[in-house]
């Protein structure tokens, strides 16, 4: 819970103080909800995602961001779990690469947060709901037609946690980390 408490602080600072960064500059509130699949590494299947991410975009090269993730079956099914989903939440800079123009707009972007990791098997008898420190780091392009838009991501998401404890499913959580790629609307304004 402390890690989920830091992220959320940490993410709620970025984007409140972003007009900080702004300045004289015209600034750029973007909210974008997404679908996608995360795949490879600690994915033991292909899943699909959905969430949404959310952050100041400057009209110059930096922005920040949060972005919410939730994969309701990130594990594979074994006959017997009733819940296999990790919820990803980060705050993330952004930064934009100067080839673009206001219509279309390539990036790179990180960052850090949590990893939530929940499994638990019929009637409750192994389960576990871990809360994991995590960073992701990736990139997209926004292709905008005025206000709305598209947005087409790919990230990397890696657990920071050094434990190696054993549980009950026998995974290893130390080392949890997966592709996620994505495409959703964008809203600016």
């Known amino acids: ?69 939730w994969t309701p079956e990130f594990f594979g099914q074994d006959g017997f779990r009733t819940t296999r989903r990790v919820l990803t939440v980060m705050g993330n800079g952004v930064l934009h690469v100067p ?15 949590s990893l939530h990791p929940r499994l638990s098997e019929a009637g409750g008898i192994f389960s576990i709901d871990e809360r994991t420190l995590g960073w992701d780091a990736g990139g997209g392009a926004d292709i905008f037609v005025g206000r709305v838009g598209v947005r087409g991501d790919l990230r990397y998401f890696r657990g920071l946690n050094t434990d190696d404890d054993q549980n009950d499913f026998n995974l290893d959580f130390s080392k949890l980390g997966f592709w996620r790629v994505s495409v959703g609307i964008a809203v600016r304004f």
């Open 1 to 69: 819970m402390k890690t989920f408490t830091i992220t959320a602080i940490a993410i709620s600072v970025l984007t409140m103080s972003a007009p900080a960064f702004a300045q004289s500059q015209r600034s750029n509130w973007v909210v974008t909800p997404f679908l996608g699949s995360t795949s490879g590494g600690s994915a033991t299947q292909t899943a699909a995602t959905v969430g949404v991410s959310g952050g100041w975009t400057g009209s110059s090269w930096f922005g920040v961001e949060g972005d919410l993730g």
């Open 99 to 113: 080839a673009g123009s206001n219509h279309w707009q390539p990036y790179v972007s990180g960052g850090l947060g």
